[in-house]
C-alpha cells in the first residue's frame, strides 16, 4: 500500500514536471525564434544583414559609397528603376515618360496618391524640390550631380536646363544638351526622391533622418552597429513589403561575418570571402549567391603628388604588380584580371588593348628612365574595409607592398576609419589608395567619366587626373545617341587611359552573399543596391 502510494506520488510529481519542461521548451523555441527573426508564422518577421561597414549618411545625394545605398533603396525610390537583376530602365514614382524629338524634354507622368513616410505628398511640386536642392549645392555637399549632370546651377557644363511640374503629377526636365544615359542617371540610387519638408530641416539633421516613398521607413541607426529600418504600412504597391523589419548589422570582420550567418545570428551576409563560398554551398542550412559582376577593383595613384606625376612611373607600377597571384589568392577563381577601367560586360569595353604584363625588369627599367633607378618610399593606402571588388584589402596590400619592394619601391601600408579613408583619399592625400566601383547604372560614362574626367576631381576622381582629349572624348559620347558610335569614343578614350596610367586596375570581382537557406525572394542586383521589398521566410 504504502508502495503503490509512493508509486502514484512520484507519477504526479513526474507529469507535472514533464509539463513544466516542455512548457520551458517552449518558451526557449520562441525566444529563439524571436532571436533568429522571428520567423515563426504569425510573429513579426525581422531580416537581419550583415555587412562589412557602416554607412557614412543616409541621405543618398550626399553620398558615393556602397554601403549607404544598401539601405537607402529600401527607404527611398527613384523617377525610374532598374530591372530586378539589370539595369534596363523600367517605371519607378514615375509610371510613364515620354522624350521630345529633339531628345531634350522628358516628360514625366508621376504615379498618383503616394505619400512620404512623413505623411507629406508625393507630387510634382517634390520632384522640382528635389532638383533644385541638388542644382544649388556644391560637389562637396552633393558630389554624384555634377558627375552626372556636368556640373551645378549657374556652370557652363550643366546638363540640366530646368525642372518644371507642368501640373500636380507631371513634371518635364529640359536638358541644354542630349544625354545619352539620362533616364540611366536618374534612376541611380543617389538621385532619389526625398521630402521637401525633411530636408528643409537642414542638410546635416536630414541625413540621419531620411524620408522617403519607399516600402520601409527608418526607425534607429546605432554609429558602427547597426541600422534598423521597419515596413511602411501605407506603402504604395499593394502587398509589399514582405518583411515587418530589416537590421543592417555591420560586422567588419569576414570571418566574424560568416560565423554569425552559420550561427543563425544574421539571416543575410555580404563581402563573402570567396574561398568560403564551397563551405556555404556544402551547408544546408544556407544558399550561395552571386552578384552579377559590374565591378573594378583598382590601386589609383595621384597624378598630382610625386612622383606619380610620371608616366613612366605610374606604367611602372602597373608592370610591377602580380594581378594574377592577387586572383589567385584572394577571389578563388570569382574574378578576372582588369586591363581596363570598366569591366567586358559593359557596352563600348575595348577588349583590344594588352594589358600591362607582370614584368619587374620592365618597371626597373621606367623607374630608371624616370630617373628613379634606386626606387623611392611612398605610402600604400589599404582599404579598411571588404568590398565586392576587393575582399581583403589589407592582404591585397601586402602583396602589393611586396611585388613593388622587389623593384625597389618601399611603400608603407597605411589605412584609415571607413568615412575618413575616401575623405582624405578624395582630397588627393594618398600616394596610391586602393578602392574600386561597383556601376551605378550599367553605362560607360558611369566608369570612364565618372572616374576620370576633370569634371570630378575631389568628388570620384580621387587621381586628380585629367586629359584634355580624354575630356573631349566624355563630352561628346554623353550627347551621341548612336550607340556604335559612342563605343567608338569610349575605346579611344580606352586606349589614352591605358597609356597614361593613372590607375592600376586589378580585378572585376563576381561577389558573393550568403543567406539562410528559408530565404526566398532575394535576388543580387548588379550594382550592389539590393531592393528587398520582395524578401521573405518560408
Known amino acids: ?34 532571436k533568429d527573426g522571428e520567423k515563426a508564422s504569425g510573429k513579426e518577421k525581422t531580416l537581419v544583414f550583415g555587412r562589412g561597414g557602416d554607412s557614412t549618411s543616409l ?21 525610374v528603376n532598374f530591372g530586378e537583376s539589370d539595369t534596363t530602365i523600367q517605371p519607378g514614382l514615375a509610371k510613364e515618360w515620354s522624350t521630345s524629338e529633339d531628345g531634350l524634354t522628358y516628360t514625366f507622368k508621376l504615379e498618383e496618391g503616394v505619400k512620404f513616410h512623413d505623411g507629406t505628398d508625393f507630387n510634382a511640386d517634390a520632384v522640382v524640390a528635389n532638383f533644385a ?56 540610387s543617389m538621385f532619389a526622391i526625398s521630402s521637401p519638408e525633411a530636408f528643409a530641416k537642414g542638410d546635416d539633421e536630414y541625413e540621419r533622418n531620411p524620408v522617403g516613398t519607399g516600402p520601409f521607413k527608418f526607425v534607429e541607426w546605432k554609429a558602427n552597429d547597426s541600422i534598423t529600418i521597419e515596413k511602411n504600412a501605407d ?46 554551398e556544402g551547408d544546408s542550412k544556407l544558399q550561395l549567391f552571386e552578384r ?63 594589358e600591362y604584363a607582370y614584368d619587374p625588369e620592365k618597371a626597373k627599367e621606367l623607374l630608371k628612365a624616370a630617373g628613379l633607378e634606386d626606387g623611392f618610399e611612398m605610402e600604400l593606402w589599404a582599404m579598411p574595409v571588404p568590398r565586392p571588388y576587393m575582399p581583403d584589402g589589407t592582404k591585397v596590400a601586402e602583396v602589393i607592398q611586396s611585388n613593388l619592394a622587389d623593384v625597389g619601391i ?32 550599367g553605362d560607360a560614362d558611369n566608369f570612364l567619366y565618372v572616374l576620370l574626367d576633370e569634371d570630378n576631381i575631389a568628388s570620384n576622381n580621387y587621381t586628380y587626373y585629367k586629359n584634355d582629349e580624354t575630356h573631349k572624348l566624355f563630352l561628346e559620347a554623353q550627347t551621341e545617341v548612336d550607340e556604335d558610335k559612342r563605343n567608338e569614343l569610349y575605346m579611344k578614350a580606352q586606349e589614352i587611359l591605358h597609356e597614361e596610367a593613372p590607375w592600376v586596375p586589378l580585378a572585376h570581382s563576381t561577389p558573393l552573399l550568403g543567406g539562410a537557406a528559408d530565404l526566398t525572394g532575394f535576388v543580387p542586383h548588379p550594382t550592389g543596391s539590393d531592393l528587398l521589398s520582395n524578401v521573405d521566410f518560408k
Do not use: H
Open 1 to 34: 500500500m504504502r508502495k503503490g502510494k509512493l508509486w502514484s506520488l512520484a507519477l504526479v510529481m513526474l507529469l507535472v514536471l514533464s509539463t513544466a519542461l516542455a512548457a520551458c521548451g517552449s518558451d526557449d523555441k520562441d525566444q529563439g525564434a524571436e
Open 59 to 79: 541621405d543618398p545625394s550626399r553620398v558615393t559609397e556602397g554601403e549607404t545605398f544598401k539601405v537607402t533603396v529600401n527607404l527611398f525610390e527613384t523617377l
Open 133 to 188: 536642392r541638388w542644382a544649388s549645392g556644391d560637389a562637396e555637399k552633393f558630389p554624384y550631380y555634377s558627375s552626372m549632370f556636368g556640373g551645378f546651377d549657374g556652370d557652363e557644363a550643366a546638363v540640366i536646363e530646368s525642372v518644371t511640374a507642368e501640373d500636380e503629377n507631371t513634371v518635364a526636365i529640359t536638358l541644354k544638351r542630349p544625354q545619352a544615359p539620362f533616364l540611366k542617371n536618374i534612376a541611380m
Open 235 to 280: 506603402y504604395w504597391q499593394e502587398g509589399l513589403p514582405k518583411l515587418d523589419k530589416v537590421v543592417f548589422r555591420s560586422i567588419p570582420d569576414n570571418a566574424a561575418r560568416l560565423n554569425a550567418l552559420t550561427a543563425g545570428e544574421i539571416d543575410l551576409a555580404d563581402g563573402i570571402n570567396p574561398a568560403d563560398g564551397a563551405k556555404i
Open 292 to 354: 552579377p559582376s559590374m565591378n573594378v577593383g583598382y590601386l589609383g595613384l595621384t597624378v598630382t603628388r610625386p612622383p606619380f606625376d610620371k608616366k613612366e612611373v605610374r606604367q611602372a607600377m602597373n608592370y610591377a604588380i602580380d594581378k594574377q597571384t592577387i586572383i589567385d589568392s584572394f577571389f578563388e577563381g570569382r574574378a578576372e584580371i582588369a586591363k581596363n577601367p570598366m569591366p567586358s560586360s559593359i557596352s563600348g569595353y575595348n577588349d583590344e588593348i594588352e
Open 410 to 441: 618601399k611603400a608603407k601600408i597605411v589605412s584609415y576609419e571607413w568615412a575618413t579613408y575616401l575623405d582624405k583619399a578624395s582630397k588627393g592625400e594618398a600616394d596610391a589608395f586602393m578602392l574600386g566601383w561597383t556601376g551605378d547604372n
